[in-house]
């Protein structure tokens, strides 16, 4: 039986190979670069430094995936998701413009929101993470209008982030009452 005793024809010992059996040190040097391509450390900032603050980012990604969802991301979502930045983060107009450009590229090469919204949820009190979901559908109404796409990723973001049915949809009231919508 191959595996057993000798080694079988498509089994060579790793020796053969040139490489050292060590156990650990192959392992842990993946490990290291599967951390580093992950950490994205990269990213332009809108922080001195050069340097994305991951949270910023992690909120500014959800705001552009949101304006996303209806396949149509226009001028007016971008200076939405740009002042709720803003004010949210303190930014200057240049440093917010620097972070909304990384979380285009980010949410372009990403195929999950799980990170981002993990990043969020770990980092902002409940409070926050209600005023999230209400920049959320902020650039969710954009637009003037709530796109069925839309409100399937308002309801996935609001479980991710822990934030209730209740909560979030209070939020998503307030929003419709500044913009002089009916829901």
Known sequence: ???????????????????????GV?????????????????DPQAAPGGRADPL???????????????????A???TKIGDLMRRRFDLSAADSDRLLQAAEEKVAQS???????????????????IEMMEM???VAYADGTLHDHEANLMRRLAGLLHVSDRDSGQAR???LAQRGLEG
Do not use: Y
Request: include cysteine.
């Open 56 to 74: 910023h980012l992690a909120a500014a990604c959800l705001l552009v995936e949101a304006a996303h969802m209806d396949d149509d991301f226009d």
């Open 1 to 23: 039986m191959p595996g057993r005793g000798r080694p079988g024809k498509r089994q060579r010992p790793h020796n053969t190979w040139g490489c050292l059996p060590r156990r």
């Open 26 to 42: 192959i392992t842990s040097a993946v490990l290291d670069r599967l951390k580093a391509l992950f950490a994205d450390r990269d």
């Open 136 to 138: 959320l559908w902020d």
């Open 111 to 129: 195929v999950e929101i799980f990170g981002f919204t993990r990043e969020i949820k770990d980092a902002f009190s409940a409070e926050e993470r």
């Open 173 to 175: 009231k307030r929003i």
């Open 76 to 78: 007016g979502e971008r």
